[in-house]
T-cell receptor, first 111, second 115 residues
Framework: DAKTTQPPSMDCAEGRAANLPCNHSTISGNEYVYWYRQIHSQGPQYIIHGLKNNETNEMASLIITEDRKSSTLILPHATLRDTAVYYCIVRASGSARQLTFGSGTQLTVLP | EAQVTQNPRYLITVTGKKLTVTCSQNMNHEYMSWYRQDPGLGLRQIYYSMNVEVTDKGDVPEGYKVSRKEKRNFPLILESPSPNQTSLYFC??????????????FGPGTRLTVL
């Protein structure tokens, strides 16, 4: 699975959009981009995933660049409860192995 | 409610005393796995199971056993726990690893301390 690079930490004001970047320059054609988050020692929670098109669900939007070498997770109106570590993971479809969680980005939403 | 449950949530034990951490999911998922999470090391996979009676090692299987006799349950067994197995453990399940973009559901975690 391709390696990902994320900033270690970010702050965001409550009510504003949080834009979390991820670089995955070695991604290959059959690899999806997944985002999970982990709120302090709880089980990781799935947010969204995509292959090459932008995706949106009730939690977030995922913007993947045309060359697929990077992506951005957007939380449109961040709340204090969105404070968590956000993990960007690249993984091939059909891979039976683990999700490789890197260090992630600690997002702190400030009141 | 669709969920993955783990028991116990917290456990303090002593070296060498066999223990089992249970994991159960109610979503009819085929794929289940166990991870451990340690500071500075992230989540690492211990074992996974593609379906009933099919299990395989992850990246850190030493000292652990698993079984998958029923689709819903995937217990983690520590035959002779040691202090280096003190960790936060997560069970996860997903519909199938063969499907594109399969989301994994994680349990709430089990915090294990081995003295």
């Amino acid at each position: 699975d391709a390696k990902t690079t994320q900033p270690p930490s970010m702050d965001c004001a409550e009510g504003r959009a949080a834009n979390l970047p991820c670089n995955h320059s070695t991604i290959s054609g059959n690899e999806y981009v997944y985002w999970y988050r982990q709120i302090h020692s709880q089980g990781p929670q799935y947010i969204i995933h995509g292959l090459k098109n932008n995706e949106t669900n009730e939690m977030a939007s995922l913007i993947i660049t045309e060359d697929r070498k990077s992506s951005t997770l957007i939380l449109p109106h961040a709340t204090l409860r969105d404070t968590a570590v956000y993990y960007c993971i690249v993984r091939a479809s059909g891979s039976a192995r683990q999700l490789t969680f890197g260090s992630g980005t600690q997002l702190t939403v400030l009141p | 409610e669709a969920q993955v449950t783990q028991n116990p949530r917290y456990l303090i034990t002593v070296t060498g005393k066999k223990l089992t951490v249970t994991c159960s999911q109610n979503m009819n998922h085929e794929y289940m796995s166990w991870y451990r999470q340690d500071p500075g090391l992230g989540l690492r996979q211990i074992y996974y199971s593609m379906n009933v009676e099919v299990t395989d090692k992850g990246d850190v299987p030493e000292g652990y056993k698993v079984s998958r006799k029923e689709k819903r349950n995937f217990p983690l067994i520590l035959e002779s726990p040691s202090p280096n197995q003190t960790s936060l453990y997560f069970c996860a399940s997903s519909l199938s690893e063969g499907l594109a973009g399969s989301e994994q559901f994680f349990g709430p975690g089990t915090r294990l301390t081995v003295l």
